[in-house]
C-alpha cells in the first residue's frame, strides 16, 4: 500500500510563490512516477506536473509551463511542486498522486496510470 500526503497550501496574492510537498510512504517510492493535480470548484481534476522515477524526465501542463517546477528527493521520498508567479485561476486543491512507470510518456499527462492518491491541499490565489 503507498500512502501520499500533501502539505504546503494556502492563500497567496497574485504573483507570488508557494512550494507544495508529497511525502510517500509505503513500497518503493523510486519506483513510481509522481504526478501533480489539481481541481477547482466545479471543473474536472487536472494533470499540473509530473516527474519520472529517476527526475530525469519531467512534464508540464501548458498553463503552468515555465512558472511550476517539478522535483523529487528519492532518499527521502518526497516530491515538491514550486509554485511562481500565481494566478486567480490557479486556485484549486492539488493533489499527489503516484503512478506505475510502464507507459509511454503522453499517458502521463493523464489520470490513467496514477492508481495512488493523497488528500489534498488547498491553494487559494488572490487579485
Known amino acids: 500500500q503507498v500512502q501520499l500526503v500533501e502539505s504546503g497550501g494556502g492563500l497567496v496574492q497574485a504573483g507570488g510563490s508557494l512550494r507544495l510537498s508529497c511525502a510517500v510512504s509505503?513500497?518503493?517510492?523510486?519506483?513510481?512516477?509522481i504526478g501533480w493535480f489539481r481541481q477547482a470548484p466545479g471543473k474536472e481534476r487536472e494533470f499540473v506536473a509530473a516527474?519520472?522515477?529517476?527526475?530525469?524526465?519531467?512534464y508540464y501542463a501548458d498553463s503552468v509551463k515555465g512558472r511550476f517546477t517539478i522535483s523529487r528527493d528519492n532518499a527521502k521520498n518526497t516530491v515538491s511542486l514550486l509554485m511562481n508567479s500565481l494566478k486567480p485561476e490557479d486556485t484549486a486543491v492539488y493533489y499527489c498522486?503516484?503512478?506505475?512507470?510502464?507507459?509511454?510518456?503522453?499517458?502521463?499527462?493523464?489520470?490513467?496510470?496514477?492508481?495512488?492518491w493523497g488528500q489534498g491541499t488547498q491553494v487559494t490565489v488572490s487579485s
Open positions: 498522486a503516484a503512478g506505475d512507470t510502464n507507459y509511454s510518456d503522453t499517458v502521463y499527462y493523464t489520470r490513467r496510470p496514477y492508481k495512488h
Open positions: 509505503g513500497r518503493t517510492f523510486s519506483r513510481y512516477v
Open positions: 516527474i519520472d522515477w529517476s527526475g530525469a524526465s519531467t
